[in-house]
């Protein structure tokens, strides 16, 4: 007789469940499964723990400065903290973070998509490889280096852009340029930009190579050309993964420190012009405020930085809407 | 409108490897043909021949003809994209476009190739879901997401898309095997009643479907594994059923292998 037969199932209970049958539920009776638990739910928990206590130091600081800044912390053109009477705000550094991420987002998404789909549907296998390789050195470079050669070869030679941009859309106000050294937001996007690809396009590379095979041929056996598959399966199948991929790239645009400090001419006002000195960003700010601050100044920057907190948890916000919002429609319930 | 095929000498390789090996055929307008045969013997292959499926296969490698009427799929020339905007396909699993709405799948053909004014696009949609008895199960959610539909309608749905471009001959891969039998009955009598339109070719697993839906059988086999499939015998289904030619035909359908 066959002994491993499975008996019949028992009839459902219609008791609650005791302590053992949760525990079991679980997959948590055997010991092994027990450390595992709570190795994982130890590891959720600390991050849980150590968010908080960013959030509590930013705040109890922060509540400090702001109590005794004497201007309107969030519409305020100055950074005095050290003042008699301390006048800060925030405003020319969220002004300037902001729009230095918008160019570098405005730039780098659709570069990187074209990267990514190039390597994942366009380029021969011998030269995909080699470029995917490439982009996975570029994101290894560190920050400072990046502002080095921003510093060095980018903004010397984007005197020419400038005066090009000035030349045909000055017009629009946004692009006007008095002749200053090249070191306004539009460097700072340009060069956020290319530190932010590598991101952008991994995941998204990731994201395009795990279209299945089956929604390509669908296009494919209507008659579609290879772009027009890459529209009707590739694009709004990976719609999700491109959105998250900006979001990590936009969350390294907005707290980028160095190279932004070594390319920017901060100032303390706004400037309708890209081209012109006017911002900076709150990054930038700390970094370069930090080391000569008195303790009224430290804890002004940690506000500042309690607000980029604020932004950053606001973007991702946004993002994880964007996404939920087209759920029904996305390739995850295919 | 329906078109007939007439292969001739067609090799289909993966790489170096030689999958299917000089098959020669005539299907007929306006019929069912059904391939059967057992696994790996390169039935699926052939039929991604038929519409130029196989190349996008990396290695995928087509040799000989395959006419269209009098036009060569595989001449000089020929846009392999146009080729599939006449020979429509559905697939083993059933594939609608996960982020498109159930109207959206069945226009996404139409929208390819050309423009088309709202009514008019209205109209081929409700033809085509009609056509492919999905109408009266969708009409109250044409905007709702083509993938949540139950399996056997998704399949629907994807064959409501193959038709409403109107091709010449539809080729059918396997379109059963992941349903359940109620909803493998409503394709079955859905294909008795597309091949008053269309020219039909579907490759099956199951001889019972075979029997039921074709007008013809075309049975394949192969000598063994990483040999080249071949086309053992092609003839009317009664006969392949009842009194096959060749013994090797026989004894597949009677169960003996495969």
């Known amino acids: 007789m066959d002994i491993s037969t499975p008996k019949a199932p028992a009839p459902p209970t219609p008791e609650p469940p005791t302590t053992e049958q949760k525990r079991a539920a679980r997959g948590a009776t055997r010991p092994g499964d027990r450390i595992f638990l709570a190795l994982s739910r130890g590891s959720?928990?600390?991050?849980?723990?150590?968010?908080?206590?960013?959030?509590?130091?930013?705040?109890?600081?922060?509540?400090?400065?702001?109590?005794?800044?004497?201007?309107?912390?969030?519409?305020?053109?100055?950074?005095?903290?050290?003042?008699?009477?301390?006048?800060?705000?925030?405003?020319?550094?969220?002004?300037?973070?902001?729009?230095?991420?918008?160019?570098?987002?405005?730039?780098?998404?659709?570069?990187?998509?074209?990267?990514?789909?190039?390597?994942?549907?366009?380029?021969?296998?011998?030269?995909?490889?080699?470029?995917?390789?490439?982009?996975?050195?570029?994101?290894?470079?560190?920050?400072?280096?990046?502002?080095?050669?921003?510093?060095?070869v980018?903004?010397?030679?984007?005197?020419?852009?400038?005066?090009?941009?000035?030349?045909?859309?000055?017009?629009?106000?946004?692009?006007e340029w008095s002749g200053g050294a090249p070191r306004a937001l539009l460097t700072v996007g340009i060069l956020l930009a290319i530190m932010?690809?590598?991101?952008?396009?991994?995941?998204?590379?990731?994201?395009?190579?795990?279209?299945?095979?089956?929604?390509?041929?669908?296009?494919?056996?209507?008659?579609?050309?290879?772009w027009e598959v890459i529209r009707m399966s590739v694009l709004p199948y990976g719609r999700s993964g491109v959105i998250s991929a900006s979001m990590l790239g936009l969350g390294?645009?907005?707290?980028?420190?160095m190279a932004v400090a070594m390319v920017l001419s901060p100032t303390f006002d706004i400037n309708a012009s890209l081209l012109d000195p006017g911002g900076g960003t709150f990054a930038q700010n700390i970094a370069s405020k930090f080391n000569e601050a008195t303790e009224n100044g430290r804890d002004a920057l940690i506000a500042s930085g309690l607000?980029?907190?604020?932004?950053?948890?606001?973007?991702?916000?946004?993002?994880?809407?964007?996404?939920?919002?087209?759920?029904?429609?996305?390739?995850?319930?295919? | 409108m329906a078109k007939r095929i007439d292969v001739s000498g067609l090799n289909a390789y993966y790489g170096s490897f030689l999958a299917v090996e000089d098959i020669s055929m005539t299907v007929e307008p306006r019929s069912v043909t059904a391939f059967i045969g057992p696994s790996g013997c390169g039935k699926s292959t052939f039929l991604r021949t038929l519409n130029r499926m196989h190349e996008v296969t990396p290695g995928g490698r087509v040799e000989g003809k395959v006419l269209l009427d009098d036009e060569n799929l595989y001449g000089a020339g020929i846009d392999p994209v146009a080729v599939r905007r006449e020979v429509g396909m559905v697939f083993q699993?059933?594939?609608?476009?996960?982020?498109?709405?159930?109207?959206?799948?069945?226009?996404?053909?139409?929208?390819?190739?050309?423009?088309?004014?709202?009514?008019?696009?209205?109209?081929?949609?409700?033809?085509?879901?009609?056509?492919?008895?999905?109408?009266?199960?969708?009409?109250?959610?044409?905007?709702?997401p083509g993938s949540g539909l139950s399996g056997g309608q998704q399949q629907r749905l994807c064959i409501a898309r193959a038709?409403?471009?109107?091709?010449?001959?539809?080729?059918?891969?396997?379109?059963?095997?992941?349903?359940?039998?109620?909803?493998?009955?409503?394709?079955?009598?859905?294909?008795?009643?597309?091949?008053?339109?269309?020219?039909?070719?579907?490759?099956?697993?199951?001889?019972?479907?075979?029997?039921?839906?074709?007008?013809?059988?075309?049975?394949?086999?192969l000598a063994a594994v990483g040999q080249p499939g071949k086309l053992i015998e092609i003839d009317d289904t009664e006969r392949i059923f009842s009194n096959p030619s060749v013994q090797a035909t026989e004894d597949y359908i009677s169960g003996r292998f495969g």
Not at chain 1, 157 to 171: A, I, R
Not at chain 1, 252 to 257: D, M, V
Not at chain 2, 179 to 186: F, G, M, N, R, V
């Open chain 1, 44 to 152: 959720g928990i600390f991050l849980l723990v150590v968010m908080a206590a960013i959030a509590v130091f930013l705040s109890l600081r922060a509540f400090n400065a702001i109590s005794e800044d004497e201007a309107n912390f969030f519409t305020t053109f100055e950074w005095n903290p050290t003042g008699e009477p301390p006048v800060f705000g925030i405003a020319v550094l969220a002004f300037g973070t902001v729009v230095s991420s918008i160019i570098a987002l405005a730039i780098a998404v659709p570069v990187s998509i074209g990267i990514a789909l190039f390597i994942t549907h366009y380029a021969p296998r011998k030269l995909g490889g080699p470029i995917a390789y490439v982009i996975d050195l570029l994101a290894a470079v560190p920050s400072i280096v990046y502002g080095l050669w921003g510093a060095l």
């Open chain 1, 154 to 175: 980018l903004v010397p030679n984007l005197v020419g852009l400038y005066g090009w941009l000035d030349e045909y859309l000055g017009w629009t106000g946004i692009f």
């Open chain 1, 196 to 226: 932010i690809l590598p991101i952008i396009t991994n995941v998204s590379r990731e994201v395009f190579r795990q279209v299945p095979q089956m929604h390509e041929e669908a296009a494919l056996a209507l008659g579609a050309t290879r």
């Open chain 1, 252 to 257: 390294r645009a907005l707290g980028e420190t």
């Open chain 1, 307 to 334: 607000v980029l907190f604020v932004i950053t948890l606001l973007v991702n916000g946004t993002a994880r809407i964007i996404i939920e919002r087209r759920k029904e429609f996305s390739g995850a319930n295919a």
């Open chain 2, 93 to 144: 699993r059933p594939n609608p476009f996960p982020t498109m709405s159930v109207y959206d799948n069945v226009a996404a053909g139409l929208r390819l190739n050309g423009k088309y004014k709202k009514a008019q696009l209205d109209e081929i949609v409700e033809k085509s879901l009609k056509g492919a008895n999905l109408w009266n199960e969708v009409k109250d959610r044409l905007n709702k």
């Open chain 2, 163 to 221: 038709i409403a471009v109107e091709p010449k001959v539809l080729l059918m891969d396997e379109p059963c095997s992941a349903l359940d039998p109620i909803s493998t009955l409503a394709i079955e009598d859905l294909i008795g009643e597309l091949k008053e339109r269309f020219t039909i070719v579907i490759v099956t697993h199951n001889m019972q479907q075979a029997a039921r839906v074709s007008d013809r059988t075309a049975f394949f086999n």
